[in-house]
């Protein structure tokens, strides 16, 4: 009796261990995947806009006609990242402003220099959603001078009755951290800022009357991107 009994309690002690043994693991795969839900909680979502052999053509001879250059390809090598509000209040009209190869006629203003229309590598919607629009090391049009060595991040939004939120400042700082670890990002600017670099070895733009007054993505904004941008060790003006 003694035996049976003795071989039953060592049968019990065996399947608790067998019990806790399956508890630590998974309570330790349960950690991992926190830990590696957290670590990224963007998804960058590609949505192309129209990129065909006439957009880069386009492109490539505003890069001529501005800058100069004569090139083979729209590949940069992207330095700066150049920060933007779309001053449309929603996702579906932001895309639609950079979906067609040429600009609107509303763009007199920018026609003049280039039938180009403007473009972004990247769109963030006020949820705080990324969106992929184009390559990144392709020159999309987003800001005069700097074209050729920058990243575009527009924010949809930036009117009175849609203001930038805290998602798209959470955004902005993600993508600011995974460019600089891509590429070799110096500078983080805000459009507002474009002018200050007239001077800089990266600046490109030949014509000196091509220019207009930029207060995007905002003061409050900027700071915060800012932020994160110094705690990269990357400079948030042309002096730094």
């Known amino acids: 009796m003694l035996s049976i009994r003795l071989k039953e309690w060592c049968n019990s002690r065996k399947k608790m261990s067998q019990f806790f043994s399956s508890y630590r693991f998974g309570i330790f795969c349960l950690f991992i995947a926190a830990q590696y839900s957290c670590s990224s909680p963007y998804q960058i979502i590609d949505r192309p806009i129209i990129f065909n052999e006439h957009r880069v053509e386009m492109t490539k001879k505003y890069i001529e006609d501005h800058y100069g250059l004569k090139v083979d390809d729209i590949k940069i090598t992207p330095k700066i990242i150049v920060i933007h509000y779309t001053y449309i209040p929603t996702l579906e009209g932001s895309f639609q402003a950079f979906y067609n190869e040429e600009l609107p006629s509303s763009r007199a203003d920018l026609k003049k220099e280039s039938q180009l229309n403007v473009s972004i590598q990247f769109l963030v919607s006020r949820a705080g959603e990324i969106y992929r629009l184009m390559p990144e090391n ?3 049009r987003h800001v005069i001078g700097l074209n050729y060595s920058s990243i575009g991040i527009e924010n949809v939004g930036g009117t009175e009755d849609t203001p930038l939120t805290r998602a798209q400042i959470r955004a902005n700082k993600f993508l600011v951290k995974y460019l600089s670890k891509k590429h070799p990002i110096s500078y983080v600017i ?5 002018q200050n670099f007239e001077n800089h070895p ?7 009357n091509y220019r207009t007054v930029k207060i995007d993505p905002g003061a409050k904004f900027l700071k915060a991107v800012h932020r994160k941008a110094r705690k990269l060790n990357l400079k948030t003006a042309e002096h730094e």
Do not use: C, R
């Open 190 to 194: 805000g459009h507002s800022q474009y």
């Open 138 to 140: 392709h020159m999309a």
């Open 202 to 208: 990266l600046w490109l733009e030949k014509n000196e």
